[in-house]
């Protein structure tokens, strides 16, 4: 039987799945917000109803991915990732329905089976790749993840130009199915049962967590919908159930969380981190669009091929930022990466008033360039020499951090560029008041990123040494 590091484990094939699996995950969203305008006409619904199309795949993903981790640490991390490619897969087949109900039903299964790609798929590499290597591997699962959110809206308005909606779920199975078949024959059999961790699941504190977690998902997203006055109560009972997950926590005799791990400074930098810089990364997502329409009168083509860029920008950068980091350190990295983002924070609050559609291109490269050294370097970072038996629950923390992130930036920073802008409903904004609320956010993103840069530095200290 193969087992971790062993030639018979496979390890480029291994990776080669694992980075097809995050490439899936990544383009199970992208792929499916560009088939929203076809879905709304076809179910003839409105915009809020559709949008549960993709609420209803990031809800499940990110109540469940500290979940999932953890239980791939006690069942074995090969036997529930094949599981979850499995349920992607079949449920990407089940979205050809013609009902809108059973639609949201099968994304959300594939939310699930996300979940157990994104979190199983960091950790499984820590058991394919030598310690020295693990930067790469991790610039590698950045790349790939950044390829499928780039590919899915020009994939997707291909697919249904020529075959119709049905065509953007349907072809995420013979990819998933790709992947399965990859995994079953070059991932390393789990441990044995003996050696992985003997306590149990912890049912109570994994429901009060994904429970927090969907109030808090629900409450940031539904600022933007229909049902806007439901935001507070749920963002108040997200608190309650944060509070109540705690004090659970330091009671169970086996937590899902031990509360010591947030008390190593690499693990509680690394999160805070994440979740700021997926905040700013989001940003240039949700203000973009607008600014490029309304203050730059780009067309709906133009304005694509401009935002496509960014995330080319950190598919390319992700590999040979990994090299970087195996060769100079993730802590010098992750304070490089952040540095090239405050810099192009910085050019994208000020450039484009004076250089327009190069000075845009020039500062999302400078800021998506910057993301793909940073996430391989903090999540390098963070699982460098932690216990075989807590890698799952770690990649799971550090997905829901960056999930977290997402969710917050769609919602405060699109605000922030809302309020800033002085106009509602933003789409009647002038081209000055856009103008105006580029620069705003971004000034405020590039707080942000200084705040995570001061977290950064600290990292580079070296401990102090204990006395004899």
Known sequence: MPTLHSPTARPRLAMFSLALAMLLSALGTSIANIALPTLASVFAAS?????????????????????????????GRRRLLLAGVSLFSLAALACATPSLPLLLLARACQGMGAATMMALSMAVVADIVPAEKTGTAMGLLGTTSAVGTALGPSLGGGLIALFGWQAVFVIQFPLGLAALLLMASSLPAD??????PTRGFDLPGTLLLALALLAYALGMTQRHGAAGGASLPLLAMAGVLGLAF????????????????????????????????????????????????RSLGLAAAQLGLVMSCGPLAAALCG????????????????????????????ALAWLPASLGVPGYLLALIT??????????????????????GQRGLIAGLLNLSRNLGLITGTALMGALFAAASGSHPITAATAVATATGLHTTFTVAASLIAVAIVLAWQQRRPPLVQPA
Do not use: E
């Open 191 to 196: 441990p044995p049962a003996a050696s992985r």
């Open 246 to 293: 705690v004090q659970h926590q330091r009671r169970a005799a086996a937590p899902l969380l031990s509360l010591s791990l947030l008390r190593q400074s690499a693990m509680r930098s690394g999160l805070i981190m994440s979740l700021l810089v997926s905040t700013v990364i989001m940003a240039t997502l949700v203000v973009g669009p607008f600014y490029l329409s």
């Open 319 to 346: 590999v040979p930022a990994g090299k970087l980091v195996d060769r100079y350190g993730p802590q010098d990295m992750t304070v490089g990466g952040l540095a090239a983002m405050l810099a192009g924070c910085g």
């Open 367 to 388: 800021v998506t360039s910057g993301y793909a050294l940073f996430q391989a370097a903090n999540n390098t970072m963070v699982m460098r020499g932690q216990a075989p």
């Open 47 to 75: 915009f809020q109803q559709v949008q549960w199309i993709v609420l209803a795949y990031l809800l499940p993903l990110t109540a469940l991915i500290v979940s999932i981790g953890r239980l791939g640490d006690l069942l």
